[in-house]
């Protein structure tokens, strides 16, 4: 008896919160309607900022030619010059402003469609209501290639046309792809999907942000705006300075995080390597974006970017036997995570096409995450590789200088070999009797 009232009173509370439930829609519905009972909603304001981008827009574009003519005119000065370049940059500068306010008032008609007015899209075709929709706020009906001073960026041009320019004091690239009508819509869906994944986050996605997708009028090109983190991909810095064990767990981790972010949406990248991967101030690791032309399929084989003696195509795609998945992207974390930790050291590959690890020196948590990285089967996943304990290290270590006196470093996540003493110098480590509340003792 006990049990079955106890059963009616749960049936009872669920009613209630269904009710109260409802009471709150119809408040919220009663709210957003109340202005629009005596009229319906248009999209003049669109419009008119429409109307003064046009404006903006036209005179930019005869600015921009006036520079090139003075450029190729043998009496041009300098100050001219410089006059013109400050100018289009002022134009520049209030186009985007137009264009911020117009996604504004895009999102403004998206929530009345989705909420009241389902017909605007039909009522209004002209605005492009449904374009905006479908991309995620991700596309701009309103941005063109000749409205921005761009630079051909030859030594990153491998494969798409890309160049250099600069929007609002930021340097930004554009990456261009050759569409049809099949894959514009393709580029259209793929490039919102991963847009809406990042916005849920933004920077701690950890993957690049897409600012603008925007069409070519003239020819078959899909334009992407992404920001230029120059000199900042594991390619371009172990190059030239090379992370240190602390920084590249720090940047790995936040590489994790970006495929996991991917993966928890259903999204497999399949082009990660060094090129594409970014170490901002060689401590916040982001992955980039994708060729959004191609499926998965496509990008992981086209993704054959070796690390010295490996590739980064995991051993069952290269047999035929499965289509990429997220295993197959962090197969490809581990190699970059190995390639970051043994250099140019020459690796073997096993008969099932797994890298050699044995005989490498390195820390025992650091070989063990690769074991379990770089292996046939049962992998590690992005959720697994994040709650490793190489990542999971103390925020306040002691350190001990070359003087012999200690200091604690705060925020700073250090491997084993790194915070490993001998016993001469932690008899040189004097604890205090002041215990913080966090647990570590204060360091003298």
């Given at each position: 008896?006990y049990?079955?009232i106890?059963?009616k009173?749960h049936?009872?509370?669920?009613?209630?919160h269904?009710?109260y439930?409802?009471?709150?829609?119809?408040v919220?519905f009663?709210?957003q309607?109340?202005?629009?009972?005596?009229?319906?909603?248009?999209?003049?304001?669109?419009l008119?900022?429409?109307?003064?981008m046009?404006n903006?827009?036209?005179?930019?574009?005869?600015?921009?030619a006036?520079?090139?003519?003075?450029e190729?005119?043998?009496d041009?000065?300098e100050?001219e010059?410089a006059?013109?370049k400050?100018?289009?940059?002022?134009?520049?500068?209030s186009?985007?402003q137009?264009i911020?306010?117009?996604?504004?008032?895009?999102?403004?008609?998206?929530?009345?469609?989705q909420?009241?007015?389902p017909?605007l899209?039909?009522?209004y075709?002209?605005?492009?209501i449904?374009?905006?929709m479908?991309s995620?706020?991700?596309?701009?009906?309103s941005?063109e290639?000749d409205?921005?001073?761009?630079?051909?960026?030859?030594?990153l041009?491998?494969?798409?046309p890309?160049?250099?320019?600069?929007?609002?004091?930021?340097?930004?690239?554009l990456?261009?792809?050759?569409?049809?009508m099949?894959?514009?819509?393709?580029?259209i869906?793929?490039?919102?999907?991963?847009?809406?994944?990042?916005?849920?986050?933004?920077?701690?996605?950890?993957?690049?942000?897409?600012?603008?997708?925007?069409?070519?009028?003239?020819?078959?090109?899909?334009?992407?705006?992404?920001?230029?983190?120059a000199?900042?991909?594991l390619?371009?810095?172990?190059?030239?300075?090379?992370?240190?064990?602390?920084?590249?767990?720090?940047?790995m981790?936040?590489?994790?995080?970006?495929?996991h972010?991917?993966h928890?949406?259903?999204?497999?990248h399949?082009?990660?390597h060094?090129?594409?991967?970014?170490?901002?101030?060689r401590?916040?690791?982001?992955?980039g974006?994708?060729d959004f032309t191609?499926s998965?399929?496509?990008?992981?084989?086209?993704?054959s970017?070796?690390?010295?003696d490996?590739?980064?195509i995991?051993p069952?795609?290269?047999?035929?036997?499965?289509l990429?998945?997220?295993?197959?992207?962090?197969?490809?974390f581990?190699?970059?995570?190995?390639?970051?930790f043994?250099?140019?050291?020459?690796?073997?590959?096993n008969k099932?096409g797994?890298?050699?690890?044995?005989?490498?020196?390195m820390?025992?948590?650091v070989?063990s995450?690769?074991?379990?990285?770089?292996c046939?089967n049962?992998r590690?996943?992005?959720?697994?590789?994040?709650?490793?304990?190489?990542f999971?290290?103390?925020?306040?270590?002691?350190?001990?200088?070359?003087?012999?006196s200690?200091?604690c470093?705060?925020?700073?996540?250090r491997?084993?070999?790194?915070i490993s003493?001998?016993?001469?110098?932690?008899?040189k480590?004097?604890?205090s009797?002041?215990?913080?509340?966090n647990?570590?003792?204060?360091?003298?």
């Amino acid at each position: 008896t006990y049990s079955g009232i106890m059963q009616k009173i749960h049936q009872e509370q669920h009613l209630l919160h269904v009710i109260y439930q409802k009471y709150l829609n119809s408040v919220e519905f009663k709210k957003q309607i109340t202005e629009w009972l005596d009229a319906s909603p248009t999209i003049d304001d669109l419009l008119l900022i429409k109307k003064r981008m046009k404006n903006l827009k036209a005179q930019l574009r005869c600015k921009l030619a006036e520079k090139i003519n003075l450029e190729e005119s043998d009496d041009c000065s300098e100050s001219e010059i410089a006059k013109l370049k400050e100018a289009i940059s002022i134009l520049q500068n209030s186009v985007f402003q137009e264009i911020y306010k117009e996604q504004k008032e895009y999102e403004k008609l998206n929530h009345l469609v989705q909420k009241l007015f389902p017909e605007l899209p039909l009522l209004y075709p002209e605005a492009g209501i449904l374009e905006y929709m479908n991309s995620g706020g991700l596309l701009s009906l309103s941005l063109e290639r000749d409205l921005l001073e761009a630079e051909p960026m030859k030594e990153l041009s491998t494969k798409r046309p890309l160049v250099c320019s600069e929007v609002q004091g930021q340097k930004v690239l554009l990456k261009g792809y050759t569409v049809d009508m099949n894959t514009e819509t393709r580029v259209i869906e793929r490039a919102a999907k991963y847009h809406k994944v990042w916005k849920e986050l933004k920077e701690e996605s950890g993957l690049v942000q897409l600012m603008f997708l925007f069409l070519c009028k003239s020819d078959p090109v899909a334009y992407l705006m992404v920001p230029y983190y120059a000199g900042a991909s594991l390619g371009a810095l172990q190059t030239t300075a090379p992370l240190n064990s602390r920084e590249t767990l720090k940047v790995m981790k936040g590489v994790a995080r970006g495929l996991h972010t991917l993966h928890r949406a259903g999204i497999v990248h399949g082009s990660v390597h060094k090129n594409n991967v970014f170490a901002l101030n060689r401590e916040q690791g982001i992955v980039g974006e994708f060729d959004f032309t191609k499926s998965k399929a496509q990008r992981a084989l086209l993704n054959s970017m070796a690390l010295d003696d490996y590739s980064l195509i995991c051993p069952e795609l290269k047999q035929g036997k499965h289509l990429p998945s997220p295993a197959s992207d962090m197969f490809a974390f581990g190699c970059l995570l190995c390639w970051l930790f043994i250099g140019n050291q020459e690796i073997e590959i096993n008969k099932d096409g797994t890298p050699q690890m044995d005989g490498f020196d390195m820390d025992h948590k650091v070989k063990s995450l690769l074991l379990n990285l770089l292996c046939y089967n049962d992998r590690m996943t992005s959720e697994q590789v994040l709650s490793d304990e190489c990542f999971l290290l103390p925020e306040v270590i002691p350190v001990v200088s070359e003087n012999g006196s200690t200091k604690c470093e705060h925020g700073k996540a250090r491997t084993e070999d790194e915070i490993s003493l001998s016993d001469e110098q932690n008899s040189k480590i004097v604890p205090s009797e002041n215990v913080e509340p966090n647990g570590y003792s204060e360091c003298v």
